[in-house]
């Protein structure tokens, strides 16, 4: 048990240069199959039950429409606002984002949602973000990303762990094997784990781009728009300036006024 428990540890950190890659396979992105083969079936069954169970209680809403029937409608309301911001922040709207597993579903909800109430690709937009985000917003969501790169370097090395002591203990140690079964729920519950920090890492992230866009207009010395419309207009054309490097009439301010 203490060799597991070793092993477990020293691959943590002999695997952390490949964190990034980790995610990739643990969101789903490899292989290719994964997110749109029988997983990514399951899970686009998964967000369908949800989206039912959402329909389901706003027609109960709309049913429970006399004086007696408030408190089970303020219920059925209550439920139905649960559920769907569980949808949200689990699952992308758009059906052909839908990915392999939970925690690609998490990360594809993020970055299709942030930012996008104000026309911003999350995409290519938070490279130029971050580096303007203040101090405080910057520090948790440092702290959230690396939770959740912690949660999914351990949950992959407790499940190749498993695989090795499964090698290594079947054919001479009978009942000891079962031993495999402890990196195994150890590589369960982080990965329940980066589900969860994934979670929270986009509530950061949103937050990010509701208190800190402006800072990167200011930073990229682009004048401030000067109603809703116009800055969802304004960042749609940067995104597209900065995904595919469209000529847009930027209007440029002073640095001392911006």
């Not at 997110?35 to 369908?48: E, H, P, Y």
């Not at 690396?146 to 001479?172: E, F, I, N, S, Y």
């Not at 995104?239 to 301010?253: K, S």
Request: glycine share 6%; with cysteine; charged share 20%.
């Amino acid at each position: 048990m203490l060799l597991i428990v070793l092993a477990v540890a020293l691959a943590a950190m002999l695997l952390q240069p490949l964190q990034l890659a980790m995610v990739r396979v643990l969101e789903g992105g490899f292989p290719r199959w994964l997110g749109s083969g029988l997983a990514g079936k399951v899970q686009l069954r998964r967000k369908r039950r949800l989206e039912k169970k959402i329909q389901d209680e706003i027609d109960e809403v709309v049913r429970l429409n006399k004086p007696a029937d408030a408190d089970r409608r303020n219920t059925s309301i209550q439920k139905a606002g649960a559920m769907s911001a569980r949808l949200h922040s689990c699952f992308p709207i758009p059906d052909y984002l839908v990915r392999g597993t939970a925690l690609g579903n998490a990360l594809a909800a993020m970055e299709d949602s942030a930012g996008a109430a104000y026309g911003l690709d999350a995409v290519v937009t938070w490279p130029r973000l971050y580096p303007v985000l203040g101090d405080k917003v910057r520090a948790v969501v440092d702290d959230l990303r690396d939770g959740l790169d912690a949660a999914a370097r351990l949950a992959v090395t407790g499940a190749l762990t498993a695989v090795a002591a499964v090698m290594l203990l079947v054919w001479h140690s009978g009942l000891l094997t079962l031993l495999a079964l402890a990196p195994l729920v150890v590589a369960t519950l982080s990965y329940l784990g980066a589900v969860q920090a994934a979670i929270a890492y986009s509530t950061a992230m949103h937050v990010a781009f509701d208190l800190h866009r402006f800072d990167l207009l200011r930073a990229l010395r682009l004048a401030a728009p000067a109603d809703q419309a116009n800055e969802n207009a304004n960042n749609a054309a940067l995104g597209n300036f900065l995904r595919q490097g469209v000529p847009v009439p930027f209007r440029y301010v002073d640095s001392g006024s911006a």
